[in-house]
C-alpha cells in the first residue's frame, strides 16, 4: 500500500512501471490489489476466475455437485459423463451466454443427479414444472451437429 503511494507520486512513472513494481507480497494480476495465496502468484479471487475461464466444464460440474450436496441430492454424475452431457446439450455454451437463464432439471425429481436422468431446462420452465410436477416440458430442440464442440 505504502509503496504503490510513493510510486504514484513520483512524477513521469508510466502506470505499466508501477504496476511492474507492485509489492510482491500481491496478487500478479494487474490492478488487483489482493494479497497472492501462500505459495501462489496470484490471490484467491483471481486463481478462482482464471479456473473458471481455463475450466468452464470443471466449474460447472463443481458448482452441480456443491449444489446437489447443499440440497441433500444425490449425485452420482461422473465428470466423464457430465463432459459428454455438455457435448450433447450445449448447456456450457447457453448458461454462458446468460448465466441465470439455463439450469440442470431432473427428469425424475426424486432421483439423483445422474447421467441419465439430467436435462438442460431454460428457468421458466424450470418453474413451470415445480408448480406442476407431473406437467411433461418437451425436450430441447435437438442442436446441429455439425457444429465443433
Ligand atoms: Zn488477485
Do not use: W
Amino acid at each position: 500500500m505504502y509503496v504503490e503511494a510513493e510510486y504514484g507520486k513520483m512524477a513521469g512513472v508510466a502506470a505499466k512501471r508501477v504496476c511492474s513494481r507492485k509489492s510482491p507480497e500481491l496478487c500478479a494480476t494487474p490492478f488487483c490489489r489482493n494479497k497472492h495465496a501462500a505459495q501462489k502468484r496470484f490471490c484467491n479471487t483471481c486463481r478462482k476466475r482464471r479456473y473458471r475461464e481455463n475450466n468452464p466444464i470443471k466449474y460447472l460440474y463443481d458448482n452441480l455437485r456443491t449444489h446437489a450436496r447443499e440440497r441433500g441430492k444425490g449425485f452420482e454424475i461422473t465428470f466423464e459423463e457430465f463432459q459428454k452431457f455438455c457435448a450433447e446439450t450445449k448447456y456450457h455454451e447457453l448458461k454462458g451466454r446468460d448465466p441465470d437463464s439455463m439450469t440442470i432439471d431432473r427428469r425424475d425429481p426424486s432421483g439423483p443427479y445422474s447421467y441419465d436422468n439430467i436435462r438442460p431446462l431454460d428457468h421458466y420452465s424450470n418453474s413451470i414444472r415445480q408448480d406442476n410436477p407431473d406437467l411433461s416440458v418437451p425436450s430441447p430442440e435437438p442442436f446441429d451437429k455439425n457444429e465443433p464442440f
